[in-house]
Every structure is written in C-alpha cells, then in structure tokens.
C-alpha cells in the first residue's frame, strides 16, 4: 500500500462526537503503535474521553463494535492484526472482522473506522502500526475516517 491519493479530510466540529475504540490484543506490539496513531488522531481532532474497549482479538472486534454503536456513540473505530499463519485461520478471522464490522455500521448507522490490519507478516504488520520507522500510521487513518464519515452523516435527515 502506497497511501497515494488519500483524501484530507476535514474534522471541524468533531470534538462535540463521542467516539469509542475497540482494540484487538493480539501483537501488542502492533496494537501499541496502533493505539497511539488513534489517540494522537482523536487529540488532532479535539475529541476528548474517548471510550477504549480491548477485547482478545480481532475475531471478537465486531461484537464489541456492535454494543458501543448501540449505546449511542457517534463513532467507532476497530484496531486488530491478523497475520497469515499455516491454515487457513487467517481467512476465517479476517473475514469475519471485516463483515462483521460492515454489519454494525450498516445496521446501526454508525460509522465504523476499519483499523484491522491483514498481513502477510509481522514485518508488514509494524510498518503499517504508526510506530518509529513504520511507513504507514493504520491507528490514526482509521479514527480520522470514523470521524469525518460521522460528520459527514450529521448533517444529515435521520433514517427510515
């Protein structure tokens, strides 16, 4: 992943939204680096008190999405790490993750920010984390397209 053509977004008014993250703990090292990228994103933004919920791994990442977006947040962001092994476990759990966290958004109509990281290997895994020397930051770009998208349907009339 280059990162070319990544949109800036914009996030005035975006310290008035509650927002919660849920965090994997599988490859804490990757999860650190993941978690400081969304801190410094929701403190760039101006949102204070963000809710952390960890959970044990990226499979259970959905089901802790889907209570936080029913208890009335304005956005969630999902943090985990799947890296491909032997079996086809891998497959499983990220397919799981990413339907599942699909789901939520669309049944709750609150946006959820995607920060699961699948890859090949750990190496691919850290230079995605937003950790010193990683060339990508997936922690921060999660929460800032969480929190644009929840402005962005502010605006907006209410579902039917």
Known sequence: MSGAGAPVLRLEGAQDLRVAVVAAQWHERVMDGLLAGAHRALDEAGVRGATVVRVPGSFEL?????R?????YDAVVALGVVVRGGTPHFDYVCQAATSGCTEV???TGVPVGFGVLTCDTDEQALDRAGLPGSREDKGHEAVTAA???ALALRGLAPAR
């Open 62 to 66: 959905p089901v802790a999405a889907l």
């Open 147 to 149: 929190l644009a998208t």
């Open 68 to 72: 936080l977006a029913q208890l009335g």
């Open 105 to 107: 958004s669309l049944r």
